[in-house]
């Protein structure tokens, strides 16, 4: 079975505050991708990122970085110098190899106060 | 620019009415998927498409039935409405069976079941 965990239901932390969301997933695949979305109040999830289970590197976009390590099964998120336009929910999800479907964690919803 | 319209942003329905949820998407995209969200749960798979006139059955199809006569609509439909389906729902496409797609969200439906 596969499953996503995002431990963290909620975070509330002030303005230019690093955060970093935690994804712990689980498989038994041996090729899966890894998402970020991000849901602002709108409703409508955006993509942030993904990665496939060959590629370790570390990535980051801007204030955005992600560190994926397969031997943790983590694919952590991390928002440096957190704005208030950053307030959202955070899902990570895993794409399924045999049924080409997505898992979503439970989300992780993020409140930047200024 | 991708889009996904879903026809309705809110909506209020009785007990044992039958209720029908609309999305379209202008991308040409093969695949379409209905999720529900609720809080603590994340997003959960209801069904998907991967042609016209396909469907397969996602994790909770219980009390839910789809419709996908053309490549661009994909309906959800609640045969008789009960207030445990109150919740968010979402459609998204995305292009092919490919693992590593990204998923394009709609804005969601609040549905509220008195």
């Known amino acids: 079975a596969q499953k996503v965990t995002q431990a963290q239901t909620e975070i509330s932390v002030v303005e230019k505050e690093d955060v970093t969301l935690d994804c712990v997933y689980e498989?038994?695949?041996?090729?899966?991708?890894l998402f970020w979305y991000k849901q602002p109040p709108s409703g409508e999830l955006v993509f942030l990122i993904r990665r496939n289970s060959f590629d370790e590197q570390n990535e980051i976009s801007g204030r955005y970085s992600w560190n994926f390590q397969k031997s943790t099964s983590s694919f952590n998120f991390t928002i440096t110098a957190s704005q208030v336009v950053d307030s959202a929910v955070y899902f990570c999800?895993?794409?399924?190899?045999?049924?080409?479907?997505?898992?979503f964690g439970a989300g992780t919803r993020l409140t930047v106060k200024p | 620019d991708v889009k996904v319209t879903q026809s309705s942003r809110y909506l209020v329905k009785r007990t044992g009415e039958k209720v029908f949820l609309e999305c379209v998407q202008d991308?040409?995209?093969?695949?379409m998927f209905w999720y529900r969200q609720d809080p603590g749960l994340g997003l959960r798979l209801i069904y998907f498409s991967y042609d016209v006139k396909m469907k397969e059955k996602g994790d909770i199809p219980e009390g839910y039935s789809v419709s996908r006569e053309k490549k661009e609509r994909f309906s959800l439909i609640l045969e008789s409405a009960s207030t445990n389906q109150t919740s968010m729902y979402l459609c998204?496409?995305?292009?092919?069976?490919?693992?590593?797609?990204?998923?394009?969200f709609g804005p969601g439906t609040r549905l509220t079941v008195l």
């Open positions: 998204a496409s995305s292009p092919d069976r490919g693992l590593s797609n990204e998923q394009f």
């Open positions: 991308m040409d995209h093969e695949n």
């Open positions: 498989t038994r695949d041996t090729t899966y991708y």
């Open positions: 999800a895993l794409s399924e190899a045999l049924r080409r479907i997505m898992r």
